[in-house]
């Protein structure tokens, strides 16, 4: 028999909501091996979110520089003059 599927992911905040329930249930339970387990889990979803998060942060910050340079260089008459560094050049 094959196995299903599952369509829906689960969220961040349902995974980790989950993990808790088992923790607490494994602290009940006096077995810590698993508690332990649900920890590690826990810390490695959080670090996963963070880097999500990190990562869309970077890509927001890149497409306002794209633009923005973009933007620059077609309201400029001379593109080479973009760069600052190229403003303080002395002119011979």
């Known amino acids: ?10 969220s961040f ?3 980790f909501e989950m993990l808790n329930k088992l923790q607490q249930m494994a602290i009940d339970e006096g077995n810590i091996s698993l508690a332990l ?3 590690e889990l826990k810390c490695k979803i959080a670090a996963l979110q963070a880097d999500k998060e990190s990562h869309l942060t970077n890509e927001n910050l890149t497409g306002i ?6 933007e620059e260089q077609s309201n400029s008459k001379n593109s080479a003059d973009i760069c600052t560094a ?3 050049k002395e002119k011979v």
């Open 37 to 39: 387990k649900a920890e």
């Open 65 to 70: 520089l794209v633009d923005f340079i973009n």
């Open 86 to 88: 190229d403003k303080t």
């Open 13 to 15: 905040a349902e995974s």
């Open 1 to 10: 028999m094959a196995r299903k599927k599952i369509v829906a992911a689960y």
